[in-house]
């Protein structure tokens, strides 16, 4: 299985994770007929889960959904067996129905597939060759919406065999987040933007619980070192931020926030906000936020103007929160 990359799809907006599933439980390895099961040994699941960011200047594969799989039987095939698979999408609502879920058939042109059938000489418990997937047109694709497609075994040519009956389908599952930020962006990702040093007017107002300790005004001073600098709370709950930059600024691409040098005190997450009259609000989406260093950031796909920016619905790693200062990028 490949590593989580990260592609640009032209003219498209999308976000996709991953999950494969293993062999037969131990009630399908014995007896007759024998069963023929979709196989991937990674992880013990026949689900694949893909998040795709739908972002206003095009999808973007967060996972990479190219994968093989062969087929096993429990047993060894007498004589030279064609298994066929494809996508049954009638098994969506069957899924549904049987998991409370609410997935949405992925459209055909989402999806591309390949070598739809396998091939078991005599004597062999697993296909030669392997089904192959890969994420396709995801034009269609409509943000904060989960879709599914069942890749199932439709028939084999071997009438000594049937289809595993909870094993014969590996369901994929993509799901397409709205969003304009970017997944935990690193430093090197910052580089080529320019750094707001200049904070001249620019207020913040906190609202938190617990009760912060410190003043608002200490995120745009410029220190990072003074513990008189900083905003900090104990025992965690919430901390909800809204920076005002004084006046409204075009063409921001990314946020820095510097925390605290204890990665537990770092933040996970956050909800990203921007307006340009403080009443009206626009999600840029959840950041994923990397806690390689003090120092975190948020890229945006597309770049935002603003003169108010909100985060909140943080999570973090501890009942202690730090936050020293605050900066945007254009």
């Known amino acids: 299985m490949k590593r989580p990359i990260i592609k640009n799809v032209a003219l498209l907006s999308l976000i996709l994770s991953v999950s494969v599933f293993c062999g037969c439980s131990s009630d399908e390895e014995t007896g007759t007929p024998i069963k023929i099961f979709v196989s991937n040994y990674d992880v013990p699941s026949n689900i694949i889960t ?12 967060i996972t990479d959904l190219e994968e093989k799989f062969p087929c096993r039987t429990t047993r060894p095939v007498a004589g030279a067996t064609t298994v066929t698979l494809g996508i049954d999408n009638s098994l969506v609502d069957k899924y549904n129905q049987e998991n409370g879920t609410s997935y949405l058939p992925l459209p055909a042109q989402a999806l591309k597939l390949e070598n739809t059938q ?15 997937i890969a994420t396709d047109d995801l034009s269609t694709l409509e943000g904060d919406k989960v879709y599914m497609a069942p890749l199932t075994i439709l028939s084999s040519n071997n009438g000594d065999c049937v289809t595993s009956s909870n094993r014969g389908t590996l369901y994929l599952v993509v799901n397409a987040i ?8 690193l430093a090197g990702e910052m ?25 608002a005004s200490v995120l745009f001073d410029g220190n990072t070192s003074s513990t008189t600098s ?11 931020l809204t920076v005002d930059l004084g006046q409204t600024y075009n063409g921001i691409t990314g946020l820095q926030l510097y925390t605290y040098s204890s990665t537990a005190y770092r933040i996970r997450t956050m909800d990203v ?3 340009t009259d403080g009443t009206n609000f626009r999600l840029e989406g959840k950041a994923n936020v990397s806690t390689l ?7 945006f796909f597309s770049p935002i103007n603003a003169r108010y920016i909100r985060v909140n619905n943080i999570t973090i790693g501890s009942s202690y929160f ?9």
């Open 50 to 61: 893909s998040d795709v960011a739908i972002t206003p200047g095009g999808p973007v594969i």
């Open 118 to 132: 396998l091939h078991l000489s005599a004597g062999n418990a697993i296909t030669s060759d392997s089904v192959s």
């Open 178 to 185: 709205k969003t304009n930020c970017r997944n935990a962006p």
């Open 191 to 215: 580089s080529s933007l320019t750094l707001v040093t200049t904070k001249t007017g620019w207020s913040g107002t906190i609202v938190s619980d617990p009760q912060f300790t410190g003043n």
């Open 230 to 240: 900083r905003v900090y709370l104990t025992g965690y709950k919430s901390f909800d």
């Open 273 to 275: 906000y921007s307006s």
């Open 293 to 299: 260093t003090t120092n975190q950031y948020v890229k």
């Open 322 to 330: 730090y936050l020293y200062e605050f900066w945007i990028f254009q």
